[in-house]
T-cell receptor, first 117, second 113 residues
C-alpha cells in the first residue's frame, strides 16, 4: 500500500521569507501523480500544485514550486515570498497512475504553516 | 458558479440517528468521492463512484451507504450514528484522466452528541 509521510507537524515562516514543506512517499509504482493541497481555516481543500512522476521538470505555480526527487521518493513544497494568506494546513497527496486505475488520493498527515509578521 | 457543493455544511445530531449528506458537482466530472477527515485532520478515502458505479469502498462500516443517482450527484447516508462518526466529510469530483486533479467541496462537519 502506498503511504505518504509529512514529518513536520508545524512550520513557521516570516512574511516575505521562503519556507519548504517536506513530503516523502512509499510506492512500488512507476506511474503516479503527486499533489499539494492547502486547507485554510475556512476548511476548503484547495489544490496548490501537482506533479506527474514521468516529468523530470519540477512543477511551478507562481510563488509555489516543488522539488521532486523520484529516486528518493521526495516531494517538497517551496513557498516563496510568504504571505499571511498562506497560513493553512498543507497536505501532500499521492495518486496511482495508469488508465482505468481507481484514482483515490492518499494523503499525508499535514503540516500546519504559520506566517508571522 | 461551477463547483462541488455539499449540504448541509454543519450537522449536529444524537447517537443512533440516521442522517444524509448530499453532494452535487456541476463540473461535468464522471468520478466522485467521499473522504473523511478526523479530529487530527487526517483525510482518508471512503468511497468513489465512476459514472454511477462504485469503484472504491475502503473498509467502511456498512452503516455508511453511498448512493449515486447520476454522475453529478453522490450522497452519503449514515445509519445508527456513533460518537466516532464525528468528523468532517468531504465530497470531491474529478474527470477520468491521467492527471486530472480532484476538486473538493467545502466539507460537512458532523457532530454526534
Amino acid at each position: 500500500a502506498q503511504t505518504v509521510t509529512q514529518s513536520q507537524p508545524e512550520m513557521s515562516v516570516q512574511e516575505a521569507e521562503t519556507v519548504t514543506l517536506s513530503c516523502t512517499y512509499d510506492t512500488s509504482e512507476s506511474d503516479y501523480y503527486l499533489f499539494w493541497y492547502k486547507q485554510p481555516p475556512s476548511r476548503q481543500m484547495i489544490l496548490v500544485i501537482r506533479q506527474e512522476a514521468y516529468k523530470q521538470q519540477n512543477a511551478t505555480e507562481n510563488r509555489f514550486s516543488v522539488n521532486f526527487q523520484k529516486a528518493a521518493k521526495s516531494f517538497s513544497l517551496k513557498i516563496s515570498d510568504s504571505q499571511l494568506g498562506d497560513a493553512a494546513m498543507y497536505f501532500c497527496a499521492y495518486r496511482r497512475g495508469g488508465a482505468g486505475t481507481a484514482s483515490k488520493l492518499t494523503f499525508g498527515t499535514g503540516t500546519r504553516l504559520q506566517v508571522t509578521l | 458558479d461551477t463547483a462541488v457543493s455539499q449540504t448541509p455544511k454543519y450537522l449536529v445530531t444524537q447517537m443512533g440517528n440516521d442522517k444524509s449528506i448530499k453532494c452535487e458537482q456541476n463540473l461535468g466530472h464522471d468520478t466522485m468521492y467521499w473522504y473523511k477527515q478526523d479530529s487530527k485532520k487526517f483525510l482518508k478515502i471512503m468511497f468513489s463512484y465512476n459514472n454511477k458505479e462504485l469503484i472504491i469502498n475502503e473498509t467502511v462500516p456498512n452503516r455508511f451507504s453511498p448512493k449515486s443517482p447520476d454522475k453529478a450527484h453522490l450522497n452519503l447516508h449514515i445509519n445508527s450514528l456513533e460518537l466516532g462518526d464525528s468528523a468532517v466529510y468531504f465530497c470531491a469530483s474529478s474527470q477520468t484522466g491521467l492527471n486530472q486533479p480532484q476538486h473538493f467541496g467545502d466539507g460537512t462537519r458532523l457532530s454526534i452528541l
